[in-house]
Nanobody, 125 residues
Framework: QMQLVESGGGLVQAGDSLRLSCAAS????????LGWFRQAPGKERDFVAA???????YYADSVKGRFTISRDNVKNTVYLQMTSLKPEDTAVYYC???????????????????WGQGTQVTVSS
Protein backbone atom coordinates (compact mmCIF):
# COMPACT_ATOMS: atom_id res chain seq x y z
CA GLN A 1 0.00 0.00 0.00
CA MET A 2 1.08 3.52 -0.67
CA GLN A 3 -0.47 6.84 0.27
CA LEU A 4 0.20 9.99 -1.72
CA VAL A 5 -0.39 13.57 -0.61
CA GLU A 6 0.03 16.48 -3.02
CA SER A 7 0.76 20.07 -2.08
CA GLY A 8 1.92 23.29 -3.66
CA GLY A 9 -1.02 24.23 -5.82
CA GLY A 10 -2.41 27.73 -5.95
CA LEU A 11 -3.43 30.73 -8.00
CA VAL A 12 -0.73 32.26 -10.20
CA GLN A 13 -0.51 34.52 -13.22
CA ALA A 14 0.44 33.47 -16.71
CA GLY A 15 4.20 33.20 -17.03
CA ASP A 16 4.72 32.39 -13.36
CA SER A 17 6.27 29.26 -11.91
CA LEU A 18 4.98 26.80 -9.35
CA ARG A 19 6.34 23.64 -7.79
CA LEU A 20 4.10 20.79 -6.80
CA SER A 21 5.15 18.17 -4.29
CA CYS A 22 3.80 14.72 -3.63
CA ALA A 23 4.83 12.99 -0.43
CA ALA A 24 4.52 9.22 -0.34
CA SER A 25 4.36 6.68 2.41
CA UNK A 26 5.99 3.30 2.12
CA UNK A 27 9.47 1.89 2.47
CA UNK A 28 9.90 0.90 -1.17
CA UNK A 29 9.23 4.30 -2.69
CA UNK A 30 12.34 4.14 -4.87
CA UNK A 31 11.01 1.12 -6.75
CA UNK A 32 7.79 2.79 -7.90
CA UNK A 33 7.35 4.71 -11.09
CA LEU A 34 5.55 7.99 -10.42
CA GLY A 35 3.43 10.20 -12.55
CA TRP A 36 1.59 13.50 -12.61
CA PHE A 37 -1.78 13.86 -14.27
CA ARG A 38 -4.19 16.76 -14.50
CA GLN A 39 -7.90 17.15 -14.97
CA ALA A 40 -9.68 20.31 -16.03
CA PRO A 41 -13.43 20.72 -15.43
CA GLY A 42 -15.44 18.62 -17.85
CA LYS A 43 -12.36 16.98 -19.32
CA GLU A 44 -10.59 13.67 -18.95
CA ARG A 45 -7.59 13.13 -16.72
CA ASP A 46 -4.54 13.73 -18.87
CA PHE A 47 -0.95 12.61 -18.56
CA VAL A 48 1.54 15.35 -17.69
CA ALA A 49 4.82 13.70 -16.73
CA ALA A 50 6.29 10.54 -15.26
CA UNK A 51 9.55 9.32 -13.81
CA UNK A 52 10.71 5.74 -13.57
CA UNK A 53 12.57 4.13 -10.74
CA UNK A 54 15.79 4.62 -12.68
CA UNK A 55 15.06 8.29 -13.15
CA UNK A 56 14.01 8.19 -16.78
CA UNK A 57 11.49 10.94 -17.44
CA TYR A 58 8.55 11.26 -19.78
CA TYR A 59 6.51 14.33 -20.69
CA ALA A 60 3.36 15.26 -22.53
CA ASP A 61 4.10 17.38 -25.58
CA SER A 62 2.07 20.23 -24.12
CA VAL A 63 4.45 20.64 -21.16
CA LYS A 64 7.77 19.58 -22.64
CA GLY A 65 10.37 22.24 -22.02
CA ARG A 66 8.25 23.97 -19.36
CA PHE A 67 7.70 21.30 -16.70
CA THR A 68 10.27 19.14 -14.95
CA ILE A 69 9.54 16.04 -12.92
CA SER A 70 12.02 14.84 -10.31
CA ARG A 71 12.11 12.57 -7.31
CA ASP A 72 13.89 12.45 -3.97
CA ASN A 73 14.03 8.86 -2.79
CA VAL A 74 15.32 9.90 0.64
CA LYS A 75 12.36 12.20 1.25
CA ASN A 76 9.91 9.86 -0.53
CA THR A 77 8.75 12.81 -2.59
CA VAL A 78 8.12 13.49 -6.25
CA TYR A 79 8.10 17.03 -7.60
CA LEU A 80 6.69 18.81 -10.59
CA GLN A 81 8.41 22.09 -11.34
CA MET A 82 6.20 24.16 -13.62
CA THR A 83 7.45 27.25 -15.43
CA SER A 84 5.99 29.60 -18.03
CA LEU A 85 2.54 28.64 -16.87
CA LYS A 86 -0.39 29.23 -19.20
CA PRO A 87 -4.12 29.55 -18.50
CA GLU A 88 -4.62 26.19 -20.23
CA ASP A 89 -2.51 24.58 -17.49
CA THR A 90 -5.36 25.25 -15.07
CA ALA A 91 -6.53 21.93 -13.60
CA VAL A 92 -6.48 19.70 -10.58
CA TYR A 93 -3.11 17.99 -10.54
CA TYR A 94 -2.80 14.44 -9.25
CA CYS A 95 0.24 12.36 -8.51
CA UNK A 96 0.14 8.62 -8.93
CA UNK A 97 2.31 5.58 -8.38
CA UNK A 98 2.62 2.44 -10.48
CA UNK A 99 3.50 -0.89 -8.90
CA UNK A 100 7.20 -1.75 -9.23
CA UNK A 101 6.77 -4.92 -11.27
CA UNK A 102 4.38 -3.48 -13.80
CA UNK A 103 5.65 -2.90 -17.31
CA UNK A 104 2.58 -1.08 -18.50
CA UNK A 105 3.03 2.26 -20.11
CA UNK A 106 3.28 5.26 -17.83
CA UNK A 107 1.18 7.41 -20.14
CA UNK A 108 -2.19 5.94 -19.19
CA UNK A 109 -3.87 6.71 -15.90
CA UNK A 110 -5.44 3.26 -15.69
CA UNK A 111 -1.97 1.73 -15.30
CA UNK A 112 -1.36 3.43 -11.97
CA UNK A 113 -2.27 1.77 -8.70
CA UNK A 114 -2.24 4.60 -6.16
CA TRP A 115 -3.47 8.19 -6.37
CA GLY A 116 -3.32 11.33 -4.33
CA GLN A 117 -6.31 13.55 -3.63
CA GLY A 118 -5.19 16.27 -6.04
CA THR A 119 -4.15 19.90 -5.76
CA GLN A 120 -5.70 22.79 -7.67
CA VAL A 121 -3.58 24.91 -9.98
CA THR A 122 -5.20 28.00 -11.43
CA VAL A 123 -3.38 30.20 -13.94
CA SER A 124 -4.93 33.57 -14.65
CA SER A 125 -4.33 35.46 -17.88
Amino acid sequence: QMQLVESGGGLVQAGDSLRLSCAASGRTFSTYALGWFRQAPGKERDFVAAIGGSGTTYYADSVKGRFTISRDNVKNTVYLQMTSLKPEDTAVYYCAARDPYSTRTLYYSKNYNYWGQGTQVTVSS
